[in-house]
């Protein structure tokens, strides 16, 4: 008698075990990696808020000329999200990622040198050109090691690091600006560039010799549990059934502008929140700076630990539909009510800038499920990209509204109110264009 796989005989319980531990083993590998990346990009990206509190004044620029230089990222991270996602896909995520993060760092510690306006507005078009790839890079990245009923929670596990930087960022950048000021001859938001960049060029480098591209070629897997997880994705992939690979035909398919326009309406919030949420606290009667971060902290710290709640959720009932649009509703309702708080109430307009946040940043990393469900290959690494770009645009033209109908009216409440709207506005294009989804009846989720 020949030789058995144990692998084909084995029990199905056994087996089911052994591919949860190579779940596991696959999350604690990449997932605590990932998230420290995605943390230094939120950094380097939103650190010029607080480098702004003493560059303006030292180089003399306007806040025209500020608001020009912070939205202009937001135009190269438009234009080359697409070519980073199809280049990650033929190259390798190792690669792409590593050279996303070392440019991007190399950009953020240029900044210091920054002197015109010209210069400025160069080297924001190029952060946003170098980081573009990295978020719809590393969702098309995951959907490679994790199947569709398991990848809900795999996303709010690595989105939640934003809301980490969210705490770590504004503590750190404000440390850098007090303690080191004048150092070397050198202005405080001068070093919180080069101190903020260093990391990012540093992981880098170490993204080349620590990342792996496919569950193949994991030497830190066994070979049974490579095994396991190959089949398991095969499986995914033929429970999908039949989804569009070719990229053209991605970006005709009208399912993909319909997801652009649900993650628009859900980013419209998170911009507002993330940009104006200080100043809404502010405006609720908190002045000091101090207590202003504090609270801002608290309240992503619950947003990151919905994210993962949620995620968590979506998995084990098999169900990201409502998963996204019900958070997205939440956070409407919470906004809506803000508006009429914030001139009223300090202690309940924190109540509800917190439920507001948690409810936004919730809806999103189960959102990332709805476009795997119809994209694939080469189709998946342009449509995940072109949602994600297009529906960022948000992040530029969020903000504006907000600055403009608070500096015309006095009051951060009509900017609120249009935001709810568009979020609310999330829920009605989910239940409108996305149909339900029929679980399989053997599906069942331990922990990843």
């Known amino acids: 008698m020949g030789r058995t796989d144990r692998t084909t005989l ?8 052994q591919l949860d531990a190579a779940y596991r083993r696959i999350t604690w590998r990449l997932l605590p990696f990932l998230m420290t990346l995605w943390i230094l990009s939120w950094i380097d990206r939103v650190n010029i ?7 303006l004044a030292d180089l003399r620029f306007s806040e025209t000329i500020y608001g020009i230089g912070a939205g202009i990222f937001f135009l190269g991270y438009f234009l080359c999200e697409v070519p980073s996602n199809l280049l990650l896909q033929h190259i390798g995520a190792r690669r792409t990622i590593a050279r996303i993060t070392f440019l991007w760092g190399a950009c953020c510690v240029a900044m210091m040198f920054v002197t015109t306006p010209a210069g400025f507005y160069v080297l924001r078009f190029l952060l946003g050109v170098f980081e573009a790839g990295f978020y719809p890079g590393v969702i098309l990245f995951l959907t490679y090691w994790y199947p569709t009923e398991r990848r809900a929670r795999v996303f709010g596990l690595f989105m939640s690091a934003s809301a980490l930087a969210g705490v770590i960022g504004g503590p750190l950048a404000g440390a850098i600006m007090t303690g080191l000021d004048g150092v070397n001859g050198w202005a405080g938001w001068q070093w919180v560039f080069l101190i903020e960049g260093i990391p990012s060029i540093l992981a880098g480098l170490v993204t080349l010799v620590y990342l792996t591209d496919r569950p193949a070629k994991a030497g830190w897997l066994t070979p049974v549990q490579k095994a396991l997880v190959e089949t398991d994705l095969a499986r995914d992939a033929a429970a999908l059934g039949p989804r569009e690979h070719r990229i053209l035909a991605s970006l005709k398919d009208a399912r993909v502008w319909q997801c652009i326009a649900i993650f628009f309406c859900i980013v419209t919030a998170n911009s507002a929140l993330t940009f104006f949420g200080p100043s809404v606290v502010r405006e609720a009667g908190f002045t000091d700076p101090l207590t202003i971060g504090w609270i801002m902290s608290g309240a992503y710290l619950c947003g990151g630990a919905g994210m993962i709640l949620n995620g968590l ?5 098999g169900e990201s539909r409502l998963h996204c ?6 956070g409407a309702a919470a906004i809506l009510l803000l508006g009429f708080l914030v001139p009223v109430s300090p202690g309940l307009s924190v109540v509800a800038l ?5 409810g936004t940043m919730s809806a999103i990393p189960v959102f990332w499920q709805i476009p795997g469900r119809f994209l694939a290959g080469s189709a998946a690494a342009a449509g995940i990209a072109l949602i994600n770009s297009v529906a960022n645009l948000a992040g530029f033209g969020a903000p ?4 403009y109908l608070r500096e015309h009216t006095g009051s951060v409440a009509t900017g609120l109110w249009i935001v ?3 979020e609310a506005a999330a829920l009605v294009l989910i239940l409108a264009f996305v149909p339900p989804q029929t679980p399989a009846p053997e599906r069942r989720v331990a922990a990843a």
């Open 325 to 330: 649009g019900a958070p997205a509703l939440v």
């Open 400 to 403: 504006a509204v907000m600055g």
């Open 313 to 317: 959720h979506s998995d084990r009932s």
């Open 354 to 358: 917190t439920v507001a946040i948690v």
């Open 420 to 422: 709810a709207a568009f």
């Open 49 to 55: 808020g607080f480098a702004k509190l003493q560059m």
């Open 10 to 17: 084995a029990p199905p319980s056994l087996e089911r075990q």
